[in-house]
């Protein structure tokens, strides 16, 4: 850790649990065109198994806490969701597909 000012969290620091957290991305594909011009397309985006976005903060965090030394849990839903479409203008409809939305290398 070469922080000075986390040295002592980072010390104490012995485990993790993650609740549905998409670390490793979601199937969001579907949400693209949902949230497209709105304020949080950059997000949605940004939660894509393929993005740099991920990668890098997937990187930094492997790098700063050793598997071996640490224990990490995660917890997330595995049922399948329909998905939502855009239908028209301001109009969201539920899709017949339905898909699992967080990725199982989450």
């Keep these: 850790m070469s922080s000075p000012a986390h040295k002592d969290l980072y010390e104490s620091f012995i485990g993790a649990l993650f609740f549905g957290v998409p670390n490793r991305g979601l199937n969001d594909k579907f949400l693209h065109e949902i949230v497209r011009g709105q ?3 950059y997000l949605i985006q ?3 198994p393929e993005s740099s976005e991920l990668r890098r903060l997937h990187e930094g965090f492997t790098t700063i806490f050793d598997k071996t ?3 990490f849990y995660s917890y997330y839903e595995t049922r399948v969701t329909a ?3 855009v239908s028209g203008p301001l109009i969201y409809a539920v899709s017949s597909v339905c898909v699992g939305i967080v990725t199982l290398t989450s």
């Design 69 to 71: 030394k640490y224990k």
């Design 46 to 48: 940004s939660l894509d």
């Design 83 to 85: 998905l939502s479409e």
């Design 39 to 41: 304020p949080n397309q």
